[in-house]
T-cell receptor, first 116, second 119 residues
């Protein structure tokens, strides 16, 4: 059973602070890792993907991947009230048969609140 | 920027009725997916579709469910006889490529969802 675990929160940070979101996954064969943002009642919106160990930066967002520890994180610098949402970690796993489309396994999400 | 679209945005149905949820994937994408999210729970994979056939399906995707690409643009999810526990948000997603196309091309983009309520 492939599992993706996240702290459900809620996580509250003051405006301008760094928010740190963490995710662990169970399937060592996982190859691609995604962070989605989901506002209440809305669909997941892609923030970043990462597939190599290390850091990947995109504007105020930095994703970090450590495959040995099976750990992915997302840092949000200079947090804004508009960043308040649930952040979903998703892991792309190979299908059961060779070449089949990869399914995303999602964590339960971390609810982030940025306080003005 | 191209988007995945879904209709209807909301659907209310009686238990035992058939529903069809519709999706228009991004035009140059080749891989299509359905996910669902029961209120307060995780997003769960249902099925993936490629080259006019199901590629993978989860345990949730039982004989009550079917998918179809009836024409060059639409991708549908049919629930044959709805149950109360089918009430959820249903998300369609699409991706451009699978492997060999680079990681950006395997990224799945989600539609706005259809909220299904079974009474």
């Amino acid at each position: 059973q492939k599992e993706v675990e996240q702290n459900s929160g809620p996580l509250s940070v003051p405006e301008g602070a760094i928010a740190s979101l963490n995710c662990t996954y169970s399937d060592r064969g996982s190859q691609s890792f995604f962070w989605y943002r989901q506002y209440s009642g809305k669909s997941p919106e892609l923030i970043m993907f990462i597939y190599s160990n290390g850091d990947k930066e995109d504007g105020r967002f930095t994703a970090q991947l450590n495959k040995a520890s099976q750990y992915v994180s997302l840092l949000i610098r200079d947090s804004q009230p508009s960043d308040s949402a649930t952040y979903l970690c998703a892991v792309n796993s190979l299908g059961r048969s060779s070449g089949s489309a990869r399914q995303l396994t999602f964590g339960s999400g971390t609810q982030l609140t940025v306080l003005p | 920027e191209p988007e995945v679209t879904q209709t209807p945005s909301h659907q209310v149905t009686q238990m035992g009725q058939e529903v069809i949820l519709r999706c228009v994937p991004i035009s140059n994408h080749l891989y299509f997916y359905w996910y669902r999210q029961i209120l307060g729970q995780k997003v769960e994979f249902l099925v993936s579709f490629y080259n006019n056939e199901i590629s993978e399906k989860s345990e949730i995707f039982d004989d009550q469910f079917s998918v179809e690409r009836p024409d060059g643009s639409n991708f549908t999810l049919k629930i044959r006889s709805t149950k109360l526990e089918d009430s959820a948000m249903y998300f369609c997603a699409s991706s451009e490529a699978l492997i060999g196309g680079g990681r950006r091309r395997e990224t799945q983009y989600f539609g706005p969802g259809t909220r299904l309520l079974v009474l």
